[in-house]
Nanobody, 115 residues
Framework: QVQLAESGGGLVQAGGSLRLSCAAS?????IGWYRQAPGKQRELVAA???????NYADSVKGRFAISRDGAKNTVYLQMNSLKPEDTAVYYC????????????WGQGTQVTVSS
C-alpha cells in the first residue's frame, strides 16, 4: 500500500524558489507532481520513474526540476523562477507501470506566487 506525504509549499514572490517534497513508501513505478489552480483542472507538472526518467509540462520546462533520493524515498520538485501563474495546490501521487493511480488524492500543499 502506497503512502505519500507532501510538504514544502508556501508564499513566495515572483522570481523566487520553493522546493516541494513527497515522502513515499510502498511499491510504485512513477511519482508525479500535479497542480490545480482555482477554476482549472488538475494538470501534470512533472514526473519521475524509479529508473530516473523524467517528464515535464511545457510550462515548467527549464524552471522546475524533479529528482528523487532513493535512500530517503523522497521525490523533490525544485521550483525556480516562479510566476504568479504557478499559484496552485500541488499534489504528488504514485502510479503503476501501466499508469494506474495507486492512492487517492491527498490535500496537497498550497503554493502562492505573488507578483
Amino acid at each position: 500500500q502506497v503512502q505519500l506525504a507532501e510538504s514544502g509549499g508556501g508564499l513566495v514572490q515572483a522570481g523566487g524558489s520553493l522546493r516541494l517534497s513527497c515522502a513515499a513508501s510502498g511499491s510504485f513505478f512513477t511519482i508525479g507532481w500535479y497542480r490545480q489552480a482555482p477554476g482549472k483542472q488538475r494538470e501534470l507538472v512533472a514526473a519521475i520513474t524509479t529508473g530516473g526518467t523524467t517528464n515535464y509540462a511545457d510550462s515548467v520546462k527549464g524552471r522546475f526540476a524533479i529528482s528523487r533520493d532513493g535512500a530517503k524515498n523522497t521525490v523533490y520538485l525544485q521550483m525556480n523562477s516562479l510566476k504568479p501563474e504557478d499559484t496552485a495546490v500541488y499534489y504528488c501521487n504514485a502510479f503503476s507501470r501501466d499508469g494506474r493511480v495507486l492512492r487517492s488524492w491527498g490535500q496537497g500543499t498550497q503554493v502562492t506566487v505573488s507578483s
